[in-house]
């Protein structure tokens, strides 16, 4: 026969977009309309709907950037429109083609209910199921004039970015504010036309296609477009047919779940996440009153900490809704944090203080980790989610590879410890699915375990203000439920997922080490103060915690657990994905930095209230060790009399002549050169150089730094090719400091920028320590510093959280190639049998390393990553004064460049009193490393000790507590306790003897004799 299958598409897409969309309302008035304008930040809803409002008309623009208008409605159902379905229609001057990322509004009754929000692609509110004809409409919008940063000139440098330096240019111009009947039928028509025209486009050639196609035929030719509210039934009918037939048997499963990745800061600051996630929640309650199907999961505790805090009668129906089971908290954390950079007791935190929250409002522990969207995931995860009681892992993010495909979709993932989770990527490749027939498609074709298992997860709907599921999505999904042609679709809570795919895959494939993801490699860089104010309050938190339970047990100091509390929810919001690492806009950068000034003094106080209890009142100088090795001789968590401290070694020498200088004090001697570089570094008790033969080490590196897109989050594989080497010097002295140690001081000024250091090198140390304080004013660069060292190393070791992960050095395949840039804790180390070098910073990140040859063979070049200069969307990233602390460890291994990372990390601490004080846990075993001291947050007074094994090998020894010990017992990460065997520990006055595998951690619990 005659066919022309173009002839049929082209009709139904004309059709259904000029003619039968369009009558989904057919008949529309206008409401009368009032505004207010706020000046400033937002306000109570109570508040802004008591506001005087003037009279508005639509087509008026509105909204300067980051303001806030109230819009009011009103209106009377006309009688001629009973028994008809009626809604109201705003368009706030809306870009569709963009999901979010722009104005939105909040829609509040009069009598300050919240009902829904709308957003680009979800403008209407409902006012009438059936309509008697003289209801009226009364409704307030709080209106949102976000500005659009990304999305109509993506990565042009922006000023709008801080309500500091953004324009009074009013943004948008509203549409529509109409009131309409709803035709259900035709929207029900609409969606079988469009489901049908996705998934024939999906289809081979065969019957299945050819009668989709001629079904839509026979619909339209039924169909009066004059007359399509009285013929879409009609038509309808014409697609029955099609739309019964069911799907094959092996048909691929989609477990959907309703979904709005809401990004906690990003292109937009913290307080217009709170108002997000207001919106975005109204709107997908109320969908859940309307599709008895749909499930909506919704993860980070914060979020709905915020709900509760800002926005009470959200909350209110959520928790109703998350009661019900069908408003589902996921995740189990605080935020869905980056994974790479946060300290292994912060990703522990994250963890305690999701749960807690979750269980504490819902009576829920969530049992799977959810993290769609971070940027790699660290080693040390598999672990920390398996004590923390978790049974599941969700990502999505490693499908953003530049080079290399993830080889599995469900899986087992294994970390250093060897411990395992059970993961899943969505085949799909989104976080935001709109359950297109390409989509449902791709998620079949790509699944990659499809011989086992029979299905994928998709999180469905539009995130970022996009407002979560539509209508049109919950409509697609009932269509999809169990169709020919098409993969399987239904609404599931990921855990129904979860225990059907364990079922499944009997004997899953298994990734081994980090999910690197080969993207975004310079959020390890940019924003060098947020980094900063994360390691720095994450070590503070950790030292006041210490201190305090310390002080609570020996002189009954009341323990802050509410501010502590505090303290670590405020860093671990900073840990966000976007926050952490440096790609949100300048104005939530300026706030962080503001607000780990704050957390800082806040810690700070807790530590010197604590300390001055533990010392009590005198005028002895008294020196205080927190790091988790001693310092100067002072144990871990002791104070002693600084007048017993043992000195630490000879006085450094220090000699100058026409090559440079020479410091040595013993156990090293290094040469710096006239120009401030390091020539040599030899370890006295072996000869042994550090330094390659004919480099310099400590050489700043300037690269010109302007990637193909993303500008704070990549950098890209070409910058290498273009550098300047910093070796001009403005200055350079030598000086000797009273305690001994040897001091080189040095300038440098480059194009618009100056750099100073103050290279050291203390008494009793193998440490050469670097203070650098740059002047950073340059445009679209990357400063690294190069240490080109003598040793011919497989692999470099990086520490990660409780432990470390190993990579090796060639390029030989193209996964080792993509690693161009990867991350590291507090060292980065480079060994050859018999010798090593490690590198130790208290603020970096990010690191590179090649293997370059020289005339005396391969050797290893480590490159830390200092600062960068990207535009977007930050303008003004790392401009200004930057600082820097970092070391070469000369003659380093594992133990010895773990223990110069903690000792850099931590400050030595100086007070007055009366005594010293010995301190309350003690532990003891090779490579058996404490991590906290704190007490139980159930607030019943016992003692929280956590060690872990740092040297990646088994190891024994104890935990002693100095103080009478009424009982002892192993408990989770989130203090748990442990069923079984493994919650038993046995003690003898205190001491508890403990055995570790490689990079345990293992967390005790101690209830106290009183
Ligand atoms: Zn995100």
Sequence with gaps: MHDDIPLTLGRVARVLGERIRPAIHPVALPLEVQWHELPGEPIAPAEAMGLDYTDYSVGTAWGAAWGTTWFHLRGTVPAAWAGKRVEALVDLGFDKNMTGFQCEGLVHRADGSTVKAINPRNQWIPVADTAAGDEKVDYFIEAAANPVLLDYHPFLPTREGDIQTSSSRRLYTTARMDLAIFEPEVHELSLDLEVLLELQAELPAGPRRMRILQAMDNALDVLDLQRITETAPAARAELAGVLATRADESAHRISAVGHSHIDSAWLWPVRETIRKVARTSASMVEMLDDDEDFLYGMSSAQQYAWLKEHRPEVYVRVKKAVASGRFLPLGGMWVESDTVMPSGESMVRQFYYGQRFFREEFGITCAGVWLPDSFGYSPALPQLMKRAGFEWFFTQKISWNQQNTFPHHTFNWEGIDGSRVFSHFPSMDTYNSQLSGEEVARASRQFRESRHATGSIAPVGWGDGGGGTTREMTGKARRLADLEGSAKVKWEHPDEFFRRAKTELANPPVWVGELYLELHRATLTSQHRTKQGNRRTEQLLVEAELWAATAAVYSGFEYPHEEIDALWKQVLLHQFHDILPGTSIAWVHREVVVEYARISRAAEAIIAAAQGALVGAGETPIALNAAPFPRSGIRTGAGVPAAELAPAGDTVSATESEEGFVLSNGLVTIVISRRGLVTSAIENATGRETIAVGTEANLLQLHQDFPNKWDAWDVDRYYRNQVTDLRELDSITLSTDADGTARVVLERSFSASTVRQELTLSPGSRVLQIEQVTDWHETEKFLKVSFPLDIRAEHVIAETQFGHHKRVTHVNTSWEAAKFETSMHRF???????????????????????????????????????????????????????????????????????????????????????????????????????????????????????????????????????????????????????????????????????????????????????
């Design 828 to 1010: 980065v180390l480079a060994e050859e049998p018999g010798f090593g070098a490690a590198l130790v910073n208290d603020s970096i990140y990010g690191f590179d390393v090649t293997r370059d040859s020289t005339d005396s063979g391969v050797m290893t070049n480590v490159r830390l990553s200092l600062l960068r200069a990207p535009r977007f969307p930050d303008p003004e990233t790392d401009q200004g004064l930057q600082t820097h602390r970092y070391g070469l460890v000369i003659g380093a291994d594992i133990a010895s460049a773990t223990e110069a990372g903690a000792l850099l990390n931590s400050a030595e601490r100086t007070l007055t009193g009366a005594h010293g004080f010995d301190p309350l846990v003690t532990v003891e075993g090779a490579g058996i490393v404490l991590s906290s001291v704190k007490l139980a947050g159930d607030k019943s007074g016992d003692l929280v000790v956590r060690v872990y094994e740092s040297l990646g090998r088994r190891a024994t020894g104890t935990v002693n507590i100095h103080h009478p010990v009424a009982s002892a017992s192993a408990i989770t990460l989130l203090e748990d306790d442990i069923e079984g065997d493994g919650g038993i520990a046995e003690h003898t006055n205190g001491t508890v003897k403990i055995s570790l595998t490689a990079f345990e951690v293992r967390t005790l619990r101690f209830s106290l004799s009183r």
